[in-house]
């Protein structure tokens, strides 16, 4: 799907931002006990890798409403996401700092994801007889 100036979903900066989160998360999620390994670890690293995937997988379907549909379920892989760090927080597997760090990063990749489907929408009706 080509989208402006961009050649290809690398380029933008919504994707980068999810990569460096689900680094980011991979890193934090590191340190989390290892009977969590198959529990909250590997549902915060899953919703979190949803993000960047669903972004390149809508990216490559073609059609700006298959990009939208996946736009919007990177946008709620990120809730979900939200929703395992503020469990994780709960039990005391992430502090406070670093939990208000990770839901900024959430927040900042939901904005442009919200801005990014707007405006792809706007684009489609606009270009519907």
Not at 5 to 10: E, L, P, Q, V
Request: with cysteine.
């Amino acid at each position: 799907m080509q989208e402006g100036s961009f050649r290809s979903h690398k380029d933008l900066d919504v994707w980068k931002k999810a990569v460096r989160l689900v680094v980011d998360l991979y890193k934090l999620t590191k340190c989390f006990p290892p009977d969590e390994r198959f529990g909250l670890t590997g549902q915060i690293r899953r919703a979190s890798t949803s993000v960047p995937a669903n972004i390149a997988e809508g990216w490559g379907r073609g059609s700006t409403k298959e990009y939208i549909q996946f736009l919007k379920i990177a946008r709620g892989s990120l809730t979900e996401l939200d929703t395992h760090l503020i469990v994780s927080g709960e039990l005391g597997y992430i502090k406070g700092p670093e939990l208000a760090s990770m839901q900024t990063a959430i927040s900042d990749v939901g904005k442009m994801l919200n801005r990014l489907i707007k405006a792809l929408d706007a684009k489609r009706l606009a270009s519907t007889p």
